[in-house]
């Protein structure tokens, strides 16, 4: 006992000076970084004139990059905030980037070549519309300035120049749904174009100079409209009517609207919706019903005419115009693995440029979206090449028939990670390929032993740093000692699992899951939840891990469920089952079958539990501890907290084995007029607890309360639930609770006057951390609870605890009901919080950091220390020695503290800790947009050698020492000889 | 010695005869060394006087209690390195605890050794040993005191609950947002 106390005053000295930082030389030695932009939704490219040929895109997760046409990099990048969604994106002047963002609201300009944003214009408006983008490129010399933006039902002339309003217009002021907005080839006019709420027609005719409304004309039709208006030329646009069944060609030159109807005999013959799509084709529009496209000719004299009928049409890109007069746009064609790409002539439908076939992974899906480019080939003729955005969010750029580059950016919309070991090494695995020969292996020793004796030149010095970046071990398919090297499952927005390593972020394998494809049965397939569902350790040693998918068919709660089962190491979907019964709450339940596959338990929406496996066994293990499993839940629009307890079969409609009742237990009511529940948090299922002692320094002991069974749950006024600063401090309260989930016992009720939300709290062992606004001090504030048992505090007896007369391990019911004691303190911190997690070891004797994702998309190591509530302003030398810092009000921020050092993770929603085989370790995922990971040791590497250690330093110091010993020996038995024979 | 003469009749020039023949009686031919005479070791008791035992025996008894007493000083000096060394847990501060429990527990092991010169059948040697036991001890347990003032000694609660595993829980429940 003395002994490991004195390790652990060791442990607590060497970390009372604990510096995180990394120097230079060791980034990337450990963590990597990925960087990604999410499915693109718009693409523009820049090929004319330009050095780099690069493509600008726009994507889903509000991001605006420059891509590398050659390589698919990033050239640049540029994330916008959650709410600030880009429509549309153009590009202005031939140097400036343009985004209309926000609904039409935000107007921004950004430098081509490096990102940097140019001007930003505010455009306000009275009520929300679709928002539109022209810059025009043919006004005269010294218009060409302009861009028109429409949004918020105003249609504003911004200078391209600065940024300048230059005229705004109202436009939306009946209702109307302008559309499109068009400028003639030639004049000074421009159209807005839009469909009223009778169903009329309007066009405005509008000055481009002075934003002077020059005409306004609108005209009824009778037969209605249905859907968006498609824009084949400058002078007409086409629409289906209501019914449907014909469409309508609509001229509007000068303001005189014309109609002209005709009936499309070809849209009788198939029995799905017709749908106009959106794609800008020269000349003509295309109408998709059931997968097969019909394009349309729009003559000159305002006449349509069906020119063909196209099956298995994937996508359609808009059109582009390259040489004089020439235009082109591009088909995708779909069937299986196979892709075939054709690029048509809009002008001469029986001639097409390109027609290839490509052939690849199949793990893709759907093609999406395409946007196509010209280039002049060597001898002179057009080449094209398409950028294409599959089902599975990846970007793909296919030129001369063969795909050049693919960007898995599926990566930048993580919902969940879970993790799996490695294969174990088996004799016969061969190694030796990875693995050094010794040779090479003292080599480099020997140059790390150079640059440690200030020795080496610089080129030294680089060898020895590529040697450490490119250590192969780290990324060795097998499992390590340490448990540094594992693969990290990632489920993302669309349906795909990846499986990266952990060592340098390779994806190992990715597959676009079958049990989330559309189907007439599940029309918006998403994934919700990830869960280990088989983890071989003891005795099934021999097969593989598997992981549980969990999706729902929908957004609302009764939506059918997906379940699918994947193998780690492989990627194959084993098995899966949808539709199935509604899924609102996964349940991961602390038991194991035969097979090591973990038992959950899944509540559907009214309440009835099914269990999974679904074998006889796992219903044999359940049936032993029903009536102590419990679930709860938490309604945050009625403000209720409820309890319930798994019963028994269930008796009515479903009668199954594997399905179970629970009744209600208790609740907790929250009055809706004074509470609002804004976030709650328990700890985390796997994590491991070393003690459930806390010793101060004057020996005394405190029991911490260590239950899995609480609930965080934090509320605040119903005032306070809208943004910063629209409440006063004394409207605003916020309270927090600690909740026994068995009982509904509340065992802690904290109020903060004059705060607010957005609360992020994290709960690990007996404490719970949470950050929120204070109004009164403006500032963000940070607050720890511990909680304490008292019932334990009096097993103080030394001879009891020595011969082992205690109950301490006993197993506790929530029933006894313990009394609790918590403290608690509050401090200032500086930044505002995205997400906040807690590093986890195996064995939970490391000391524990908190980890905070900044606003600035950074992740911040927060010792626990700086959280303890026994801190005081000037505390005892004991308290010093136990390592209990001086209270200040707020707690500090170091440079060199942040974990993700120089990067930054941009749009951070997650940071997730996982707990290594080595204790001090704990390795570190953070995911946004981008990807970092890295290898953490709270309190140093206190049980290992750096990996900087020289071991050719320690050998030969080694060998030098046996060497002298023996030459030592030789002498003095020589000169001993001669001392006898003096 | 057969061995031996063989070997010197097959031409050794000499050879060394280890046998001690130093006890017993010259019965052999060899002759006693020059200025040896056995005789007078076998008379020293008779030829020395009653007084010279006596004093022999008197200094054996003062310098049995001067040994007794040794530790005293040891003691005195250890209490001055103790209080230097401080109540923190440190190198120093452990070595000095270390060899002030080992050298109590060295010395108590060899107290038949330390007195062993000056046994005597006329010298009393009981009071020296407790003395010299006695004042060990006191070492000994300056100490176990001094570890237990570093806090490395097992006395408290705390000490035999720090590593003592959570207690497992009956009931389970999990859950969330409905």
């Known amino acids: 006992m003395a002994i490991r106390a004195f390790l652990l005053c060791i442990i607590l000295f060497s970390s009372s000076y604990t510096s995180f930082a990394l120097y230079e030389d060791q980034v990337g030695l450990m963590d990597w970084h990925q960087q990604y932009i999410g499915k693109v939704k718009k693409a523009v490219f820049q090929t004319q004139k330009a050095g780099r040929k690069r493509v600008v895109v726009s994507t889903e997760e509000n991001a605006i990059a420059a891509l590398d046409l050659r390589h698919g990099e990033i050239f640049w990048r540029q994330i916008l905030g959650v709410n600030d969604v880009i429509d549309e994106i153009d590009i202005a002047l031939g140097k400036y980037v343009v985004t209309l963002s926000s609904g039409g609201s935000v107007l921004r300009a950004w430098n081509l070549p490096d990102g940097q944003m140019v001007w930003e214009s505010f455009l306000l408006g009275s009520k929300p519309s679709r928002s539109l983008l022209l810059t025009p490129t043919n006004f005269g010399a010294d218009k060409d300035n302009v861009i028109l933006a429409y949004g918020n039902g105003c249609l504003h002339a911004v200078s391209s120049i600065d940024g300048d309003i230059l005229w705004k217009k109202e436009l939306a002021e009946n209702g109307i749904d302008v559309q499109h907005l068009v400028h003639p080839e030639e004049g000074d006019t421009i159209y807005a174009l839009g469909i009223g709420e009778a169903s009329q027609f309007e066009a405005y005719v509008i000055n481009v100079r002075n934003g002077e409304l020059l005409k306004h004309s609108s005209k009824g039709f009778t037969g209605g409209f249905s859907g968006d208006l498609s824009l084949p030329t400058s002078d007409k646009v086409v629409v289906l009517d209501s019914s449907k069944s014909s469409l309508v060609s609509i001229s509007f030159v000068g303001g005189e609207i014309k109609f002209q109807e005709f009936q499309i005999s070809d849209l009788q013959g198939y029995s799905g919706e017709a749908v106009l799509l959106p794609s800008k084709l020269a000349g003509m529009v295309a109408i998709k019903i059931d997968r097969s496209l019909l394009f349309v000719k729009l003559k000159d004299e305002g006449t349509l005419e069906v020119v063909d009928t196209v099956p298995h049409v994937e996508a359609v890109s808009d059109s582009l115009s390259f040489a004089e007069g020439q235009t082109a746009f591009g088909l995708i064609q779909q069937d299986g693995a196979k892709i075939q790409l054709t690029i048509k002539s809009s002008n001469d439908w029986k001639s097409h440029f390109l027609k290839e076939s490509i052939e690849f992974d199949q793990q893709r899906g759907l093609v999406h979206k395409v946007f196509i480019n010209n280039y002049v080939r060597t001898d002179r003729t057009y080449g094209f090449r398409a950028l294409i955005v599959m089902e599975d969010h990846s970007l793909l750029l296919l030129q001369q028939g063969a795909v050049v580059w693919n960007r898995e950016d599926a990566l930048a919309s993580i919902i969940d990670v879970t993790t799996s070991e490695l294969p174990v090494q088996k004799d016969g695995v061969s190694v030796a390929k990875v693995e050094h020969n010794l040779f090479e292996w003292l080599k480099g020793h020997l140059l790390k032993l150079k640059a440690t004796l200030m020795l080496a030149t610089p080129d030294d010095v680089a060898a020895v740093q590529r040697i450490r970046l490119q250590s192969a071990e780290k990324s060795k398919m097998t499992r390590d000692h340490n448990g540094f090297r594992k693969l990290l499952i990632v489920l993302t927005r669309a349906g795909k699992l990846f499986a990266l390593h952990t060592g340098d972020g390779r994806i190992v394998w990715s597959r676009l899951l079958n049990a989330f494809h559309k189907s007439g049965t599940c029309e918006s397939p998403r994934g919700i939840k990830l869960h280990q569902w088989q983890v071989p350790h003891h005795h099934a040693l021999d097969e593989n891990p598997s992981v549980l998918v969990v999706g729902t068919c929908g957004h609302n709660s009764d939506a059918s469920g997906i379940l699918s089962f994947v193998d780690a190491y492989k990627g194959e979907e084993l098995n899966y089952l949808a539709p199935v019964h509604s899924i609102t709450q996964i349940i991961p339940l602390p038991f194991t079958d035969s097979t090591e596959q973990h038992l959950h338990l899944i509540i559907d929406s009214e309440g009835y539990g099914h269990l999974y496996p679904r074998t006889p066994e796992a219903v044999d293990i359940f049936q032993k501890e029903l009536g102590n499993i419990y679930w709860y839940s938490v309604d945050i629009n009625n403000n209720l907290l409820k309890g319930h307890v798994v019963k028994k079969n269930c008796k009515e409609e479903i009668a199954d084995d594997y399905c179970f009742e629970s009744s209600d237990l208790w609740s907790v009511i929250f009055p809706s007029d004074s509470e609002k529940i804004i976030a709650t948090s328990t700890r985390k299922f796997s994590e491991v607890v070393h003690t459930q002692a806390k010793v101060n320094a004057d020996q005394d002991v405190l029991y911490k309360y260590i239950s899995k069974n609480l609930l965080f749950l934090a509320t605040v006024t119903p005032k306070a639930m809208g943004d910063i600063g629209s409440v006063t401090p004394d409207d605003s309260w916020l309270f927090v609770y600690l909740v026994d989930t068995i009982t509904g016992r509340v065992l802690l009720r904290m109020s903060h006057h004059g705060c607010q939300g957005p609360v992020h709290a994290v709960f690990s062992e007996n404490w719970v951390v949470y950050h929120y606004f204070n109004l009164r001090a403006h500032r963000y504030e940070m607050s720890v609870v511990e909680i304490y048992d008292q019932s334990r505090a009096d097993n103080k007896d030394v001879l009891k605890l020595v011969l082992g007369k205690h109950n301490l391990s006993a197993p506790v019911s929530s029933y006894s009901r313990p009394e609790i004691m918590t403290k608690s303190q509050s401090y200032f911190f500086t930044h505002s919080v995205k997400a906040v997690a807690v590093t986890s070891t195996a064995k939970g004797i490391t000391s524990k950091q908190l980890l905070i994702g900044t606003i600035g998309d950074q992740v911040l190591a927060l010792d626990k220390r700086f959280l303890d509530p026994r801190r005081s302003l000037n505390p005892t030398q004991a308290e010093k020695e136990e390592g209990i810092m001086p209270l200040t009000d707020t707690l500090p921020i170091m440079p060199q503290a942040f974990v993700t050092h120089a990067l930054k993770v941009e749009g951070l929603r997650s940071i997730i800790a996982i707990p290594a085989k080595l204790e001090s370790t704990t390795l570190i995922f953070a995911h946004g947009v981008d990807l970092f990971f890295t290898r953490l040791a709270p309190s140093k590497t206190y049980d290992s050698l750096t990996d900087d250690f020289n071991y050719a330093l320690l050998l030969l110091t080694i060998v030098a020492l046996v060497i002298s010993i023996f030459v030592t020996w030789i002498w003095s038995e020589r000169k001993d000889l001669q001392e006898k024979w003096r | ?178």
């Open chain 2, 1 to 178: 010695m057969d061995k031996g003469k063989a070997v010197m009749g097959m031409g050794r020039r000499w050879a060394v005869d280890f046998t001690d023949n130093s006890t017993s009686p010259p019965s052999r031919d060899i002759p006693d060394p020059l200025g040896f005479t056995r005789a007078s070791q076998d008379q020293d008791d008779s030829t020395l006087s009653r007084e010279k035992k006596n004093a022999e025996a008197n200094w054996k008894s003062q310098k049995a209690w001067e040994v007794a007493q040794a530790p005293f000083k040891n003691l005195m000096m250890m209490g001055f390195m103790m209080w230097m060394a401080g109540s923190t847990v440190h190198l120093f501060s452990i070595g000095i605890t270390v060899s002030a429990l080992w050298q109590p527990v060295s010395a108590l092991q060899g107290v038949g050794k330390v007195f062993e010169p000056y046994k005597d059948s006329k010298v009393d040697l009981l009071g020296p040993k407790l003395v010299f036991i006695a004042l060990n001890l006191v070492g000994l347990g300056l100490g176990v005191w001094k570890l237990n003032t570093l806090g490395l000694l097992p006395t408290h609660a705390s000490d035999w609950v720090s590593s003592l595993p959570p207690a497992q829980e009956v009931e389970y429940s999990g859950g969330g947002f409905f």
